[in-house]
């Protein structure tokens, strides 16, 4: 009895429509890779408009890029790569059944996360209180040139964006976080996991190429 | 060593299974109740739900047609005036490609169908499934809001700047409303690609994949790249009219031109999603009533996920006379001519198959017969318009407004009610009246030349497209048209008759009325809950009709798929026992 019960937790998980585990861990990390083709896409739409208008613009985009606060864009990426290291570590706790390293490693990435958004967010009002909003708002004086709110449209929609998918990948590990706390994952199932390891990994790589493009250039 | 090397090898003990004709459980009564439908993961069901939708908004999207050509009667105002004019073109724009053309086949037809075909028992992701169906919907709400709330007039291409100033605010629940659509579109293409790779039956290899399975794999591969272009464009002209952000508003630095790029770097893949299902469906039809192997698989095939491919790089001639470079122009010109060959491919490889085989005229052969006129009727001039200098002088013209009409609605729509007549009767288990498809068929075919083939004269005549008011000389022409689209509407009309009556009064129909080797045909009709009893076995592809009967209800011996697995383990391990007393 004891070895058919064993076998039950070892396939609990697996859906009616499948035929074993492997099928249905295969089939949902290539659905996530599926997935995280389409925002590359759909974040290739603004990084197309960031280029055609940096070849309009040149100059303003090196004048603009001046009023970014290189420092704490840098502090953000090293926060930001040392999350993509914790979601990594956390997966490898599922496979290895180290349930407390899987909470603890959660817990980081969502602190890391978290420290992510408040110096965005202080990044954010410093532009506010300077009159530098998006579009047709815009009232910054500093910047001697016309078409100086394109820049910042286009720089608030980037990482506005990206920013978006920050906060939607913290509610995803809390869910997870809540799943591992009852034990949920282990050996044989942490597709979970992984697929939001997978996603928390493009949300990175989207913010590298974010921080040269407009922090870097000037 | 050689133990080891046997022990590896698989076995699989098949047998035959007869599906079983007219069985008294199926996956439409299994599970009773309108909440069973609401919260089902069947794809079956959510393919019905689908289909159930999309009929409204056909229905919706044609009665703005009619109501369109009805004005036209007349050179001057007839019964609507010019605002209202503007608001009707936009939505029957909108919601036929939204909400009718781009579901059709993908989402309503190909969700029953695949995991059929494909010999597995749902999608990959059942529940994203179903999901996909609500965000439709929610979609879907978006809109009719906005419809009742005053509409809009923008066209259905939201160009700017116009969208972006015009001061109806309706603009900004339709686009949210296309772009919460389009992430349906972008789940059922996911959910279909991973399932074609990953869930297909044991000896279903890519080669002996049908037809129309190729078909859903290339549209869900320009799903899922175009439509997030689409929806980053429609965000950014939310927010342009939100927060006034200037990236398309030349009153601000911005571009529309670029607006356009972005638009149709989704929208003229997008007219392939419109088609190319339609493609699958008519290679189905045409090998199955001719009772014959498909001619040119790999060729048929590999057309469609080249048509994908150029589809990508042809967006360009919607803008001939938008401001682009000349040389931008010529190369777009070019690429617009390459669609050309794997679209004639596939024509030529439908022809032969038919060549010398055994035709039979039901109705879904003869919309594939329309669908072959009419497409390509619309594929030539589809070719004169990419010509430059053409281009030039019908842009914007009744001319165009008829090509596309030739290749939705005389293609894909055509194909979309040879599919809906061919797999009717695994849908409902019924037949319907083959008397008054034919006439319904017939009045449809003439109704649709009436209405778009004086359109071609009157566009070269220079009649400008989306004009309210004309000069009296197209006026023989625009009415021929109108009567035109009134018998199309009768032709629609007696569909809804018989295809009611077959769902309340019809017989009952076989498990395989039109003797196809295809997968879906060999599960009773209607298909089982979850499609199969025993996960079948694949051995010969689709179209073998030179293979007996017998060499394709194959299915693994013993077990039952999955389902009432107590049996199967016990009866596995007998098995098991048994090979180890050998």
Redesign the interface.
């Known amino acids: 009895m004891s070895q058919t019960s064993a076998i039950d937790q070892l396939t609990a998980h697996v ?5 074993d585990s492997d ?1 249905q861990f ?2 949902a990390k ?2 996530m890779w ?2 995280l ?3 590359i ?6 990084f ?2 960031y280029i ?2 940096r070849a309009w613009y040149p100059d303003l985009y090196i004048m603009a890029s001046e009023q970014l606060d290189t420092f704490w864009g840098g502090v953000n990426t090293v926060v930001l790569i040392g999350s993509s290291l914790t979601v990594a570590m956390a997966i490898r706790s599922a496979q290895l059944n180290q349930q407390k390293g899987i909470v603890i490693n959660l817990l980081i990435t969502i602190a890391l996360a978290f420290v992510f958004m408040v110096i965005k967010y202080f990044e954010y009002s410093h532009k506010f209180e300077l009159g530098i909003f ?4 815009y009232t910054f004086e500093g910047i001697d040139h ?2 100086a ?2 820049f910042f ?2 720089y ?2 980037m990482t506005g ?1 990206h920013g978006v998918h920050v906060i939607v990948g913290i509610g995803l590990m809390v869910w997870l976080l809540v799943k591992a706390r009852k034990g949920v994952f282990h050996s044989n199932y942490y597709t979970p996991v992984e697929i939001t390891g997978l996603y928390w990994h493009l949300v990175d790589i989207i913010w590298i190429f974010l921080f040269p493009l407009l922090y870097l250039i000037d | 060593m050689a133990t080891e090397e046997t022990a590896r090898i698989k076995k699989l003990q098949v047998q035959r299974y007869k599906p079983e004709e007219n069985p008294k459980v199926h996956f439409l009564n299994a599970e009773k109740g309108i909440w069973s439908w609401l919260t089902t993961i069947d794809h079956k069901r959510i393919g019905i739900m689908y289909l159930a939708s999309i009929a409204v908004f056909f229905f919706i999207g044609g009665m703005l047609a009619i109501l369109l050509r009805t004005e036209l009667l007349t050179p001057a105002q007839n019964f609507v005036d010019a605002n209202t004019y503007n608001q009707i073109f936009t939505l029957h724009g909108a919601i036929m490609i939204f909400f009718f053309l781009i579901p059709s086949v993908p989402a309503a037809l190909g969700n029953l169908i695949l995991p059929l075909q494909l010999g ?3 999608v ?3 529940r ?1 499934n179903l999901a996909s169906y609500y965000i439709y919907v929610i979609g879907a709400l978006f809109t009719l809001t906005a419809i009742f709330t005053g509409g809009l007039d923008t066209g259905w291409t939201f160009y700017t700047p116009y969208s972006s100033t015009t001061s109806g605010s309706n603009v900004l629940l339709m686009t949210l409303g296309i772009f919460i659509l389009g992430f349906s579109s ?1 789940l059922t293409g ?2 279909f ?3 074609i ?3 297909r039956a044991p000896g279903l290899t890519w080669s002996k994949l049908p037809l129309f399975q190729w078909s859903l794999y290339a549209t869900s591969i320009i799903q ?6 689409l ?3 429609l ?2 002209l939310t ?2 009219r939100a ?5 398309f508003d030349p009153n ?4 529309p031109v ?1 607006y356009q790029h ?1 638009f149709w770097f989704y929208s003229h893949p997008a007219v392939y999603i419109m088609i190319v299902p339609g493609f699958g469906v008519i290679s189905e039809i045409i090998s199955t009533f001719s009772k014959k192997t498909i001619f040119g698989y790999w060729a048929i095939a590999l057309s469609s996920l080249a048509i994908a491919f150029i589809g990508f790089l042809v967006w360009g001639h919607h803008m001939f006379t938008a401001g682009q470079s000349s040389l931008a122009n010529m190369v777009f010109s070019f690429l617009t001519f390459l669609v050309g060959i794997p679209t004639g491919i596939k024509i030529f490889n439908w022809l032969a198959t038919m060549y010398k085989g055994s035709i039979d005229m039901k109705t879904p052969m003869l919309y594939a017969m329309v669908f072959l006129f009419l497409f390509t009727i619309g594929g030539f001039t589809g070719i004169m318009l990419g010509a430059l200098s053409v281009d030039i002088h019908v842009h914007d013209t009744y001319y165009v407004v008829a090509h596309f009409h030739y290749v939705m609605m005389g293609g894909m729509v055509m194909a979309f009610l040879g599919g809906l007549h061919y797999w009717w009767p695994k849908m409902f288990g019924k037949m319907y009246s083959e008397y008054w498809a034919k006439i319904s068929c017939a009045i449809i075919f003439i109704g649709f030349n009436m209405t778009f083939l004086p359109q071609f004269v009157m566009g070269s005549q220079g009649m400008p497209r989306r004009y309210y008011n004309y000069i009296d000389q197209f006026q023989p022409f625009h009415q021929f048209s109108t009567i035109g689209s009134y018998v199309l509407g009768i032709g629609f009309f007696i569909m809804f008759g018989y295809l009611l009556h077959s769902l309340l009064r019809g017989k009952k129909a076989t498990a395989n009325p039109w003797g196809s080797r295809a997968l879906e045909w060999q599960v009773s009709s209607p298909a089982p809950q ?1 499609n199969f009893e025993h ?1 079948p076995v694949i051995i010969n592809g689709p179209y073998d009709y030179h293979k007996p009967m017998s060499e394709f209800q194959l299915g693994i011996a013993g077990s039952h798929n ?2 009432g697995s107590d049996a199967d383990i016990s009866q596995t391990n007998k098995e098991q026992a048994a090979d180890k007393a050998k």
């Open positions: 859906q009616h429509h499948f035929v099928q295969e089939s290539m659905g599926v997935f083709v389409t925002e896409l759909f974040f290739g739409g603004l197309a408009a055609v208008y998006p579009g047709a708002y016309p078409q709110n394109i449209s286009i608030y929609m964006l | 597995c028992k749902d990959a992701f059942p994203l972008i996911l959910n690609i991973v399932t790779h990953k869930l899922v790249l175009a439509t997030p272009v929806a980053i464009t965000l950014l927010m342009e927060l006034s952000i200037g990236i601000l630095g911005g571009d670029l972005f979850h996960t999955g389902h």
